[in-house]
């Protein structure tokens, strides 16, 4: 059996590059690929990172997703613009679109760019933190890749996990970055929960009786309870409408189970915004106060057994600099799944 | 004692703008605030409307509040906008600036307008619904006029309720409408529930050692939670930055207290999006598809005892059709409150 196995950034990001070239990837979106697909992993949503590319890989092969795609601006403004993906990774279009957002933020203030005929892009907080090294702050929003929630009150599937990630930067201190999704929990949460024998809290997922389940492995029986009950399920609503409708992109019934299909186009649609600070304030003294903030925070008094305060951006910003240092640990049974693939490929293991 | 009664749409709106003239505001403002406050009523947030009359007057009393507003553009780039209010009403503040947005959005696809020196503008959804009427999406966040709610795990009263409210035209449908406080429920709900001597459920507050606070009439020494936990918290605090420190505004622990101190300026920051429908797809086929969403949301089968499934702006738009051809009911308490004001301010009762 192989063993868990620690390995470094960049050895993980050539590993993802190699498994994209061997599937003929052109090497300049492969290695961006390689690079953003490991940025998951060292942000420590491991969910969302080398874990997927088994099931990129398939999609590939199965037809399913373009190595090379025509990304291109179907419809423009100033201060907006439309891309069709092409059906290319998520990864390639996102980055492709918040790009383009931070271009025309520069000069208009704001942008706002959406992408149809994409693909699943990994960790929301990505492309939300593009802009924020143009001293901008940054919104990204999907369209969840399966539905696993119903509308409130119903027990159809017709909503998925639709996300949202916001970041803006800070001086000293860490960066702001939201990334959540509408559900209490994300679907991959219960995914790990089936894996390691656990039993879901209640308050995740209700079977469609309306009684909490709270067995993972009967999960394809449940549904996924939104944030705040009606709140969470008009938020996951309204940005499916956002980041699909409004791009001609799929959204309800027409979302592709792209665990359970990996031959259809799934046309995934996102968006993103970059707002730039400095049509609003001196961005460096905006950046200061973030810091104010983060003190002001971290100086409330505490709840018992609570040993401090954290802002949204902590955990990842911790995470990373701990993963950039020592390595990112991959565990057995990925590390065996991910040699299978270098093998059938016939590249170099991991 | 005064009796319950009922009030057409239109004798509110005057009653309410007769309140202000009578403190000496400009004719063309106090319409518009009758206008504006008597629409929170139609729509059915009664805490909203009228019942903010004698707050908002006891504020223009104390010096607090501006009359005639001196609302103007401080920064600017084409599709953004700062604006300061000038320590004038929300009301006028965030329709100049929801005007500004649609403008900038006709030729920029998107606008972005924040605004300070700003106060309480009644309910989100009337800055959202603005720009629909020129085929646009609307969005509008605020920094709430009191702090409520502790960072997670905290105490300290840092944040508050900081609301959201997004609206997407339907063809045929109801407008679709999402208004919500970022915590499970925003603090009106609490002040009624102790008006009323019921119990708030559990989840609405906490006390400062963690326990569940039940009783409304404790409220004081409790603490909101957030929708979600840790996400509404990240949600709250995110919005307050957006609508409150990028915009120079009040944010944290600079918040004031509005029920408590009439006196101070407030500096409430907000701001709105305006996204037009057209520099994406056809306006009429995107409102069809909207009108084609809720179908296929209120398809779904349902959860025992739920009878049927809703859609955000339901109740909005069935509650205003009900207000404008029913009238709008005042509840006996508010009825004499506003008696009080009228023959103190020498204006004839509603």
Redesign the interface.
Known sequence: MTSTRNVAADQLRKFIASAFEACGMPAHHAARMGELMAEADIGGQDGHGVFRLPMYIKRIQAGGMDIDPDIKVI??????A?LDGGNGPGHLVMSRAAELAVEKAK??????V?ARYSNHAGPAFLYARMPLAENM?GLYVAVGSANHM???????L?LSTNPIA?A?PSHDEPD?V?D?ATT?AAYGKVKTAADRGETMPEGWM?D???QPLTDPTRASEGLLLP??G???Y??S??FG??AG????AA???DVVDFNADAKSKTNTGHFVIA???E???DAEA?KK??DG?WA???????????E?????GYRLAAVSAEHRENGIEIPAALSARLDGLADELGIKRL
């Open positions: 419809s423009e403004r100033t201060a907006t439309l000069t208009c203030g704001v942008a706002w959406g702050i119903p509308p409130w009150g119903g027990t159809d017709l916001i803006i702001i939201l959540m209490v209700i469609k009786q309306g944030i705040g009606p709140k969470g008009g938020l609503l309204i409408l956002l409708t409004l791009n001609g959204f309800g019934k707002l730039d600070i049509a609003f304030m905006f106060q973030i903030i002001e925070m971290k100086s409330s008094a505490l709840l018992p057994g609570v401090s305060i954290r802002l949204p």
